[in-house]
């Protein structure tokens, strides 16, 4: 966003009052009355380190392709101003579609979106970029993402494969395709940039010999993975954390977190959320980010959850987050390691052995 865009974003929130860290502003005037319950509403907003804001409560759009613009309408709707969304979801036509049928200003929306591992070459990069924003049919990205560290081999096939069904792994460093991605910056079509799924030792050598600092870092987090010393050294740096998959093994495509209970009906969450007023497990799950200062992207098709996640909008006190710190199980849900053919995580908790 511009500085522009982000008064324009900021002052045009539907809920009128808009939380920025730790600090409340009114962009309009109102009556003490309804103040209040605007206040009891207000999103909270998060800053990046190149001062844009982004909403803490995003909108994820992994998997259901076919049920994506229906649901973001919906959340559009409901009040979410931040989706997320990638090239390999295939979402990116789903998300510019809804975006046009909500009649929401593309200026009070943060779109964040990702370059896939196949376009990982200095020379593709560009390309991509321009791929996604034609398909978002919009002219800027807020945040582009690159989703993982690791390269495929160049081309059109988004999964490329050798004849052993194995993926064909590409010879680009991340270093360089990171270059290219501050290109795109200088350009203004890319209004920040950042990573997704990095290591620490991955993220300090990006540090050391590039020139744009990530303004976002993208992972695996929620309270049976909370890597609290990771979390710690990106806040020292200014980077922001977004947590995707913040209900941890909620999802059934991840394997590993079958035959367990669920995160979000861990007992800790659940009494906690009585203590709120009738907070669920999963509500406390993304209230426990954004209390840390993280943004967070639930993924829902259903009208009733994509409304409830935004409830989950609202700060835990001291005695909440102690709490929460107990149950850390450093269970890593998401590790493609074996088929992408990459050792990912390698200094993170819950890496595979």
Do not use: C
């Not at 990982?120 to 390309?127: A, L, R, S, T, Y």
């Not at 494969?161 to 993926?167: I, Q």
């Not at 209970?261 to 209230?287: C, F, R, T």
């Amino acid at each position: 966003m511009t500085s522009a865009a982000a008064r324009t974003f900021l002052s045009s929130t539907p809920r009128f009052i808009v939380r920025l860290q730790n600090t409340t502003h009114s962009f309009s005037s109102f009556s003490t009355t309804t103040l209040r319950k605007q206040a009891r509403m207000a999103p909270t907003i998060q800053k990046l380190n190149t001062g844009a804001p982004i909403p803490a409560i995003g909108f994820g759009t992994w998997q259901d392709k076919e049920a994506q613009e229906p649901a973001v309408i919906a959340a559009l709707k409901a009040g979410y101003r931040h989706i997320d969304t990638a090239r390999i979801y295939g979402t990116e036509p789903a998300v510019g579609a809804a975006i046009k049928r909500s009649g929401v200003p593309r200026s009070e929306i943060f779109i964040t979106t990702k370059l896939w591992n196949h376009g990982h070459h200095p020379d593709d990069v560009q390309k991509e970029a321009d791929a996604s924003l034609k398909d978002l049919g919009v002219d800027y990205i807020d945040l582009y993402l690159m989703h993982w560290p690791a390269s495929f081999a160049r081309g059109e096939d988004l999964m490329p494969k050798d004849s052993n069904g194995k993926f064909k792994a590409g010879d680009t460093d991340f270093v360089d395709t990171y270059k290219a991605m501050e290109k795109l910056v200088e350009s203004g079509k890319v209004k920040a940039i950042g990573v997704s799924n990095f290591s620490k030792g991955e993220l300090e050598r990006l540090l050391k010999e590039t020139s744009i600092v990530p303004a976002a870092h993208q992972m695996e987090l929620h309270p049976w993975l909370q890597q609290k010393d990771f979390i710690e050294w990106h806040k020292q740096k200014g980077i922001h954390v977004t947590q995707y998959s913040p209900f941890g093994n909620q999802n059934e495509i991840y394997d590993s977190g079958k035959n367990m209970g669920k995160l979000m009906d861990d007992p800790v969450l659940v009494e906690i959320g009585k203590k709120h007023g009738g907070k669920s497990g999963a509500q406390v799950a993304l209230a426990w980010g954004i209390t840390l200062g993280h943004s967070v992207i639930p993924k829902s098709k259903t009208e009733s959850r994509i409304k409830a996640n935004l409830e989950g909008d609202f700060k835990l006190d001291a005695e909440d987050l102690k709490k929460i710190e107990t149950i850390d199980k450093k269970l890593r849900f998401n590790d493609p390691s074996d088929s992408f053919g990459y050792k990912f995580y390698s200094d993170l908790d819950g890496a595979k052995d």
